[in-house]
């Protein structure tokens, strides 16, 4: 009979929040809002050239048909223009915790995962709790398991 096996637990990394961290949170934010404008606007541009193609198609043959695939591409492009831009509202919302967020306060930046042996007799909830580990700039400040 096996008397221990290795699990996996997750443990959440938290920063304190500094000048610094604020600063390199809010440019990797803004970064992302750049994507997103960067996408919406080669959204545009290909949606139109698509269109514009199959409109000089329709001038050739059946028109009924290319009007169906112009539609379509025109909900394809409204679909994915409202999916772009909910993802920059909730950049711009992030942005804005951000700036709100006080010095010294504590957030939870991602977990990682950590194997653990448990062994038969143990709590396996107390076993498997997750820890912590506290950064300053990057820098362990502290680890709690």
Request: proline share 1%; charged share 30%; net charge negative.
């Amino acid at each position: 009979m096996v008397e221990a096996i290795q699990l996996m637990r997750q443990i959440a990394v938290r920063a304190i929040v500094t000048e610094n961290f604020k600063t390199q949170v809010g440019n990797e934010i803004n970064r992302q809002i750049q994507q997103i404008d960067a996408e919406l606007q080669q959204l545009e541009f290909k949606g139109k050239r698509a269109i514009a193609d199959l409109e000089k198609r329709a001038a050739g043959g059946n028109v009924a048909e290319v009007r169906l695939q112009i539609e379509s591409i025109r909900a394809q492009m409204e679909a994915e223009r409202t999916r772009l831009q909910q993802y920059k509202e909730d950049m711009l919302a992030q942005s804005q915790a951000l700036a709100e967020l006080p010095l010294g306060a504590v957030v939870t930046q991602f977990t990682v995962e950590n194997p653990v042996e448990v062994r038969i007799g143990e709590n396996i909830f107390q076993r498997l709790e997750g820890g912590e580990i506290l950064v300053k700039d990057g820098v362990i400040q502290e680890i709690r398991i």
